[in-house]
């Protein structure tokens, strides 16, 4: 089955799915049709999409997080490139999930 994380932001989500290529597949083509029209996950982009690896999660799971918000017109700035932003990203959700998997055992 899935395992996983799912953190819910006030403006945003960051879902990670570990699972069967094909689990994945119909994960996305069912995100997709509930959100069709609109939704909160509808603009989402998939960051990475790797096979083959050990799962860091023994079960899938979310957590709601209250964090404060930028106000209106107010914009996060870097000067780094997107790629260097979403790599960051990916290696920080990976530490997260190292952490987690670590206070399992």
């Keep these: 089955g899935p395992t996983g994380l799912l953190l819910i ?11 069967t290529c094909e689990l994945i597949q119909a994960v996305i083509e069912d995100l997709y049709r509930l959100n069709a029209s609109k939704g909160p996950l509808l ?19 979310y957590r709601v997080i209250q ?3 930028l106000p209106k017109g107010e914009t996060f700035e ?8 979403v790599s960051a990203l990916l ?9 987690l998997r670590s206070l399992e055992h």
């Design 78 to 85: 870097t000067n780094e490139t997107i790629p260097q932003v």
């Design 43 to 61: 603009g989402s982009k998939i960051l990475s999409l790797v096979s083959n690896v050990t799962r860091l999660y023994a079960q899938w799971s």
């Design 91 to 99: 290696n920080s959700l990976y530490q997260i999930g190292v952490q």
């Design 9 to 19: 932001y006030p403006l945003h989500c960051v879902h990670i799915l570990e699972g």
């Design 67 to 69: 964090i404060a918000v």
